[in-house]
């Protein structure tokens, strides 16, 4: 026996402890006849990328911080193919504390925490909804809404969240700030997308409806006519239609 025949019968075993051929292994005692050994392996290896991604982020959390799922930003939580992002987000800071101790309110300080991790979701590439926060909070499901809004009203800007960067919920849509940008002072959509903080996909998406909504409107006005044939809520047929009229743009 050569010493490398030796030592392949000696250790080759060994790499049966390791975490990607146990789970190889796990379908081969489960799952006998639905995985060939090559399926097996790619479903071994995306499963150690899911778990790299959410142990890596859990091994350097910090006291007050959480490992929370949110909706990749670059699709929506009613897409079927939405895809989700572990993020680290900060519930209490010691500034929060010191701030509560030296006589700020609890609306204050809600406010500003929820401002604080709205945007840090989005700045690793997430949105939170509003029901995260519930969940995450365990209050009421109108309360976040109130404290963003707060928190807006107050600091005079505009957080990151669905409602406002994929016109999703109750919140006032931009489409009109969108639509006036891109068709009336005629930027690009790129440019558009970057002064009203919406994705991309979301400007080309409004754009795209509302001249849907447009080249029907100009033959026939009617919000149920349109919306039957383009297949567009009338909902939202209505607000493309007012853009039209507000700004007068049936002809551009």
């Not at 000696?10 to 049966?16: E, I, N, P, R």
């Not at 009336?184 to 795209?208: C, F, G, M």
Request: proline content about 5%; aromatic content about 8%; overall charge positive.
């Amino acid at each position: 026996m050569n010493a490398n025949t030796f030592h392949q019968k000696q250790y080759s075993s060994a790499t049966q402890r390791l975490l990607k051929p146990q789970i190889e292994y796990f379908f081969v005692e489960e799952f006998p006849k639905l995985f060939g050994p090559v399926m097996r392996g790619h479903i071994a290896d995306a499963l150690l990328e899911l778990f790299s991604r959410q142990v890596r982020q859990a091994t350097t959390l910090k006291p007050g911080q959480i490992l929370w799922n949110a909706v990749d930003i670059a699709t929506r939580a009613d897409s079927p193919n939405r895809r989700f992002i572990p993020v680290v987000l900060t519930m209490v800071t010691d500034q929060d504390i010191q701030n509560r101790t030296q006589g700020m309110s609890i609306a204050d300080i809600r406010a500003n925490a929820t401002a604080r991790i709205l945007r840090e979701a989005y700045q690793q590439g997430a949105l939170l909804s509003m029901r995260d926060i519930t969940l995450l909070c365990w209050h009421p499901t109108s309360m976040p809404s109130k404290w963003r809004k707060y928190y807006e009203q107050l600091n005079q800007c505009e957080l990151p969240h669905p409602g406002n960067l994929q016109d999703m919920g109750s919140c006032v849509t931009h489409k009109d700030q969108i639509v006036y940008k891109a068709i009336v002072e005629k930027k690009d959509p790129v440019q558009v997308s970057n002064e009203t903080k919406h994705t991309q996909q979301a400007v080309d998406r409004y754009l795209k409806d509302f001249h849907r909504v447009q080249t029907v409107y100009n033959h026939n006005s009617d919000p149920d006519y349109i919306s039957l044939v383009t297949n567009i809520s009338k909902s939202v047929v209505n607000q493309y239609i007012n853009l039209i009229e507000k700004h007068d743009i049936s002809d551009k």
